[in-house]
């Protein structure tokens, strides 16, 4: 009986024009792939690497950051210029355009690469264990990755494009310049005193997030109109960028200690003088 609910409702309220599209077809496809990353990437892999070296990927992870930074670029430029770019785009909340025009589908079309990049960006915790970069694998690294595959489906099926861009546009710029970031830093030893340090990502993550949560939640309590948002994804934006406060309570931990750490050298440097 659930299961003639929940098809009814992903018949009446998902889009019908990636219904028959490579893993549209089927809800339990996000929650399967996040499952065969999380066996993967927290028994398998480390039960692996347990007694052997850490191996060296130098050059690969480097190929790696590059492609998924161009792939991320490109998808930002795409989806930029069919939105927020868009002169007519209205910010507070974008209807969704539902039509088979070439630009609606162009929307739809870039959504569903926006989807293979985050099954791709797995790869990233396994090549981090196989280097043994365990302190880089944290609870939030992996909630970040899991919540991205779940959302970006859900959002490609029942909001694709309009209001919902920005959590495709602030993902894929965030992860095009952490790519470009790693990238450099594995290649040119000239990058390597810049690398960034969990308190640099924690803050990136948490800004990605509170916007996620302040603009959800005002189309969620005050929905204009003209535009007739998806509760359903609002409410799932809103729950994932509440738990990864949770998930990310040691991140925080971190930026309090770093922030209280520059303050006590700076008063002493005063002191000094």
Same mark, same amino acid.
């Given at each position: ?10 018949? /009446? *309220?998902?889009?019908? /024009?990636?219904?028959? !599209? ?6 339990? *496809?996000?929650?399967?792939?996040? @499952? ?11 039960? =692996?690497?347990? #007694? /052997? ?5 130098? &050059? ?12 991320? @670029? &490109? ?8 939105? =927020? ?5 209205? !910010? ?5 355009? !539902? ?10 079309? =870039?959504? !569903? ?17 196989? /280097? ?6 944290? @609870?939030?690294?992996?909630? =970040?990755?899991t919540q991205a595959l779940i959302v970006a489906w859900y959002g490609l099926k029942f909001a694709p494009g309009g209001y919902n861009s920005l959590y495709c546009l602030l993902n894929v710029l965030i992860y095009a310049v952490l790519h470009f970031h790693h990238a450099a830093v594995i290649s040119m030893p000239f990058f390597k005193h810049w690398h960034w340090e969990t308190v640099t990502l924690a803050l990136i993550y ?8 302040? *603009?959800?939640?005002?189309? *969620? ?27 990310? #309570? ?24």
């Amino acid at each position: 009986m659930m299961k003639k609910y929940n098809d009814k409702y992903y018949a /009446r *309220y998902g889009d019908p /024009r990636t219904a028959n !599209w490579l893993l549209m077809d089927n809800q339990m *496809y996000p929650f399967l792939i996040a @499952a065969l990353y999380l066996v993967t990437t927290k028994l398998i892999v480390p039960m =692996v690497m347990r #007694k /052997r070296n850490p191996i060296e990927l130098r &050059w690969l992870s480097v190929a790696y950051n590059i492609g998924m930074c161009l792939v991320n @670029a &490109w998808v930002l430029y795409e989806l930029g210029n069919l939105t =927020v770019l868009n002169p007519k785009f209205d !910010w507070f909340c974008q209807p969704i355009d !539902w039509s088979n025009s070439p630009e609606a589908m162009r929307v739809a079309e =870039v959504g !569903w690469i926006f989807l293979l990049t985050t099954i791709l960006e797995c790869i990233t915790t396994i090549l981090i264990i196989l /280097r043994k970069k365990e302190s880089y694998s944290s @609870a939030v690294h992996t909630f =970040v990755r899991t919540q991205a595959l779940i959302v970006a489906w859900y959002g490609l099926k029942f909001a694709p494009g309009g209001y919902n861009s920005l959590y495709c546009l602030l993902n894929v710029l965030i992860y095009a310049v952490l790519h470009f970031h790693h990238a450099a830093v594995i290649s040119m030893p000239f990058f390597k005193h810049w690398h960034w340090e969990t308190v640099t990502l924690a803050l990136i993550y948490v800004l990605q997030f509170s916007i996620y949560l302040v *603009y959800y939640s005002q189309l *969620y309590f005050f929905p204009p109109r003209n535009c007739k948002p998806s509760f359903f994804v609002l409410r799932l934006n809103m729950g994932i960028s509440l738990l990864f406060f949770v998930f990310g #309570k040691d991140f925080f931990v971190s930026v309090f200690n770093f922030i209280s750490g520059k303050k006590k050298s700076t008063e002493k440097q005063k002191k000094k003088y």
